[in-house]
């Protein structure tokens, strides 16, 4: 009988955990209401925050189940682990940057946290994550208040002194910086889409980190690498990240890293390399940028392999002095485009001889920074074509083994127009010599 009253107890404290709830009831008591690992699911309706969370437990909304705070701080605050938010508009957190604190949307301390399918705006930063381990964020959108209040507004999504932690399916916009990284390390941030920031993503001290196949686009830089080593960033994709000396990708004081098979398109720059040592930049495009690779003298013992540089403005620029820096790796160079001619007389798809590609821009640049906003102009073309005829340009790259595009085979079936061709040109200037004679 005992094991009985017990079951039917515990079933009947279940469905009333997993029952939809009423919004007449404060968001909070019903929080402190539900069971430590309870499910509560809330109705598809406006809800009054601030809230704080202190257990574990699961929140599930609906399409339009929104959370608003009172405007004075964190609007979600999570201080346990094993919390999962899911399906919920979170909005209307202080924007103040006067407080001790700076305020978020949601703002977690705790480990194995989930955040999923979320919207939040009106908020400073959109979730921070601060000392936690192992939590998911998927499928977040973060919106701030536009690219005129950058100053004064925070990140999309912030991590700090945290590790272990994936990223991923968000999109951010209009914030200060989309992905603020600070003194966290071993993340794996992929395929988010983040545009209007000041930095699409930006490393501060933090060293191990992936970031894989994500978009940056229309920000003042895509990702800022600074002061970190060992990142991987593959398969992402920088472009349109124009303005004032704007880039695709800055490393700067930092180390070790590795950027492979990125596309840079349609930037001031595609990469930035200040101050930093031992990167590998391997199997990138770089098409249609001002300047697909600026390169200052302090950054030295840096890898560039299989590249592929297509009209740019400039494929590569150096700044200062000479930098010692390698342009090939076991006998693969980089791809130059159609802008220099090479021999490859044996068909091996590595140039003959050395590739050296010069430049005269790099002192426009070094001179003077208002230089950037005038590279697009044909004006630009016409100094660099004087300065070589005058052999006043100096040297950028040496590429001893530059790298040829296969050229594509035709398809077998064209084969069969050159016969008919050939008879169709016969019979042409047969009719043709019958005319005139």
Not at 75 to 96: Q, R, Y
Not at 257 to 274: K, P
Not at 378 to 400: F, G, H, R, W
């Amino acid at each position: 009988m005992n094991r009985l009253l017990i079951l039917i107890v515990g079933i009947g404290v279940w469905i009333l955990s997993s029952l939809p709830v009423s919004a007449d009831v404060s968001l909070q008591q019903l929080i402190d209401e539900t069971p430590m690992n309870g499910e509560l699911i809330l109705e598809n309706k406006q809800y009054d925050g601030n809230i704080e969370i202190t257990k574990p437990i699961t929140i599930i909304g609906k399409k339009a189940t929104t959370i608003r705070g009172d405007g004075k701080g964190n609007v979600v605050l999570v201080k346990a682990s094993n919390v999962t938010l899911k399906n919920l508009i979170i909005e209307n957190g202080s924007l103040n940057r006067s407080s001790d604190e700076e305020y978020s949307g949601i703002r977690t301390m705790g480990e194995h946290n989930q955040f999923i399918n979320l919207v939040i705006h009106d908020v400073y930063h959109g979730l921070y994550i601060n000392s936690s381990k192992h939590t998911l964020v998927k499928n977040v959108k973060v919106t701030g208040q536009g690219t005129g209040k950058l100053g004064s507004q925070g990140n999309g999504i912030q991590l700090v002194r945290t590790s272990n932690n994936l990223i991923e399916d968000c999109t951010i916009s209009k914030t200060r910086d989309g992905i603020y990284v600070e003194y966290a390390d071993k993340n794996e941030i992929r395929n988010n889409y983040v545009s209007e920031t000041r930095y699409g993503l930006h490393y501060m001290y933090s060293n191990d980190n992936t970031f894989y196949k994500n978009r940056f686009n229309k920000n003042t830089g895509g990702a800022a690498i600074m002061h970190s080593q060992n990142i991987v960033l593959k398969e992402n994709q920088f472009s349109f990240n124009q303005g004032s000396r704007s880039f695709g990708l800055i490393i700067q004081t930092s180390t070790s890293n590795t950027v492979l098979d990125n596309e840079f398109y349609l930037n001031q720059r595609g990469i930035y390399l200040e101050q930093s040592t031992q990167n590998k930049i391997e199997g990138n495009k770089f098409f249609h940028n001002d300047i697909g690779v600026e390169l200052w003298t302090t950054s030295t013992s840096q890898v560039f392999t299989k590249n592929h540089f297509e009209q740019n403005i400039a494929n590569v620029l150096t700044i200062g002095a000479e930098s010692y820096n390698q342009w090939n790796q076991n006998g693969m160079g980089n791809y130059w485009g159609t802008e220099l001619s090479v021999l490859d007389l044996d068909q091996n798809q590595i140039g003959d001889s050395p590739v050296e590609y010069r430049s005269s821009l790099y002192k426009l640049v070094e001179d003077n920074e208002l230089a950037y906003l005038f590279l697009k102009s044909p004006a630009i073309k016409i100094y660099e074509k004087i300065n070589e005829a005058l052999s006043t340009q100096k040297v950028m790259v040496v590429d001893e083994f530059p790298l040829i595009e296969k050229e594509k085979e035709s398809p077998p079936w064209m084969l069969l127009f050159i016969p008919a061709i050939a008879i169709a040109g016969w019979i042409f200037t047969k009719k043709r010599r019958s005319r005139l004679s």
